[in-house]
């Protein structure tokens, strides 16, 4: 579904972004990236959305390709994917409804379809009750909902989220996430890009991936953290990531090119 | 109503202040354009109709058969650049003697002889009025035996065709500035209205619009707002006219052409300043 192998990006003033990533997310699977500011969660994402090119390696994306993709394909890629941010990215100009309902419009979904698929996609994610409230006027859980909401709306094959919780209280961050589980529940793919360690450790039955300064320290699907990873990563220090390395381990699935000790 | 118009007008409804002054731009700086163009217009036509004064006169000897006479008509006519050839008799020189030299007429009176010399009448057709077309024409009159002396006020000639092209000279520069200068504002008050939106651009490239369909609305609204624009500079324009025309001094429209022209160049432009603006917003994305 989501596949980095060897990605390095390096950007011309602040240098090296990422440095050989390479990691494999399966179809159905709920991943946290986790890893400081800097670390290049948000540059994972951009590369995802095929909103920047790596400078080396390759980003596969259902189906497409960073090596052989073109502009006019990228629309048709992001139609697959949903994405959710942490500043929620809506237009204050418009209600709720109009929100997730502009997502369909600008792809040229046929009108009769839209209002049933806002509908449906803000039942989903519980703000049927707001559908015709402008964003000012409802809370920052709220407003990630209506995101998430706009993110589904075009049935997308992923999900990314990029710290969607990192602007709610740990009470509506908590209800987002829920969400996002129970999206995953129906077999989405989540990629879901968090520093929020609370939740993580709460939730030892995803894997998690951890960046620092551009590369993968630890991946809990991967066979054992990387040996010479220098800084101490901060997952296997907590008592659930035996847990969560077994659980990532125990669904059968074979990690692929998580990380290259030859190299880095 | 397919989507791109929908939105388009929805952006006057949404941000009318924004929508309100780029309109109010774009139609002032046009109407700079207009203003100018109505100077430009009505020097241009004042010099034409001192050019339309522009005369050849070939006086004839009187000994000139009536035979030389219809061939040299005939001759003269067809050359380029004469727009039409008078025949003025001896009997009618001494008449217009008369009546234009009043202080005269008494000597015109008194004569027993009419000593005023037959002539050829030559006038020359617009944009065939300069010195070497004029001069061109007046040597090969002179050319004839029974053609005694050609006159054509040349000094004069000259200095109405030096003020021509000084005026167009002067003219094709300032209005070039003036061009320049509502090209740069339209292109300002687009790139604005663009960016006002540029969280919806980001939006609808995240959900996978495609460059076409996210340009389209902002095109149409640059396309609306030039037109607008336009339309409003063309009305400033007439305006003026009429309240010159009324209170000042008379002076003519310029012609319905160069309005459409004016209203066409600013609903290009707006269009085009659009395509630009959205690109750079598109490719952030």
Do not use: C
């Not at chain 2, 604005?192 to 609305?217: H, K």
Request: hydrophobic share 50%.
């Amino acid at each position: 579904m989501i596949k980095l192998t060897s990605v390095y990006k390096e950007y011309p003033r602040s240098g090296a972004a990422l440095k050989d990533v390479s990691f494999h997310v399966q179809k159905g699977e709920l991943v946290f990236l986790t890893g400081h500011s800097g670390a290049g969660k948000s540059t994972v994402m951009r590369l995802v959305q095929m909103a920047e090119q790596p400078s080396a390696g390759e980003v596969r994306v259902s189906g497409f390709s960073s090596r052989t993709i073109r502009r006019r394909e990228i629309p048709f890629l992001r139609r697959k994917l949903g994405v959710v941010f942490q500043d929620f990215r809506l237009l204050r100009d418009r209600t709720a409804e109009q929100n997730v309902a502009f997502a369909l419009e600008v792809t040229g979904v046929r009108r009769a379809e839209i209002s049933q698929r806002v509908n449906r996609v803000l039942t989903q994610v519980g703000l049927s009750h707001k559908a015709q409230s402008f964003p000012d006027e409802l809370s920052g859980g709220e407003r990630q909902r209506v995101a998430i909401a706009r993110a589904l709306a075009n049935e997308p094959l992923v999900l990314l989220a990029d710290e969607p919780t990192g602007n709610l209280d740990e009470w509506a961050g908590r209800g987002v996430f829920d969400l996002f589980r129970d999206i995953n529940a129906l077999g989405m793919t989540v990629l879901m890009a968090t520093h929020d360690l609370d939740l993580v450790r709460a939730h030892p039955e995803y894997r998690v991936i951890e960046l620092a300064q551009g590369q993968v320290v630890y991946d809990s699907k991967a066979a054992a953290p990387a040996p010479h990873a220098a800084p101490v990563p901060v997952i296997p220090t907590t008592p659930a990531a035996p847990a969560a390395a077994a659980a990532g381990g125990a669904d059968g699935q074979l990690a692929i090119g998580i990380f290259d000790p030859r190299e880095g | 109503m397919p989507y791109a118009l929908r939105e388009a007008l929805s952006a006057f409804r949404r941000s009318p202040l924004l929508a309100f002054l780029s309109i109010i731009a774009i139609g002032f700086s046009l109407f700079v354009i207009g203003l100018f163009g109505l100077t430009a217009w009505n020097i241009g036509r004042a010099i034409e109709k001192v050019e339309e004064k522009v005369e050849i006169v070939a006086y004839l000897d009187d000994a000139t058969t009536p035979a030389q006479l219809e061939l040299a008509q005939q001759e003269v006519r067809a050359l380029p650049g004469v727009l039409e050839l008078r025949y003025v008799t001896k009997l009618e020189a001494l008449a217009s003697a008369r009546e234009e030299m009043q202080e005269f007429r008494d000597v015109f009176a008194d004569l027993d002889n009419n000593p005023l010399p037959a002539s050829f009448e030559i006038r020359m057709k617009p944009g065939s009025r300069t010195p070497d077309a004029v001069k061109r024409v007046a040597e090969r009159v002179r050319a004839y035996p029974f053609v005694e002396d050609v006159r054509y006020g040349r000094e004069w000639l000259d200095k109405i065709y030096q003020i021509r092209r000084l005026a167009g000279g002067a003219a094709t520069m300032i209005g070039a500035a003036f061009a320049l200068v509502a090209a740069i504002i339209i292109a300002t008050a687009v790139r604005i209205a663009v960016f006002a939106r540029r969280e919806e651009i980001s939006i609808m490239r995240l959900v996978g619009a495609t460059d076409g369909f996210v340009q389209r609305p902002f095109l149409l609204e640059g396309v609306m707002t030039g037109l607008l624009g336009g339309a409003l500079a063309a009305l400033l324009t007439w305006g003026s006219y009429r309240v010159l025309s009324a209170t000042m001094f008379r002076i003519e429209m310029i012609p319905g052409q160069w309005m459409i022209v004016v209203v066409v160049v600013g609903t290009v432009f707006g269009f085009l300043s659009s395509m630009v603006a959205v690109r750079r917003h598109l490719e952030a994305v």
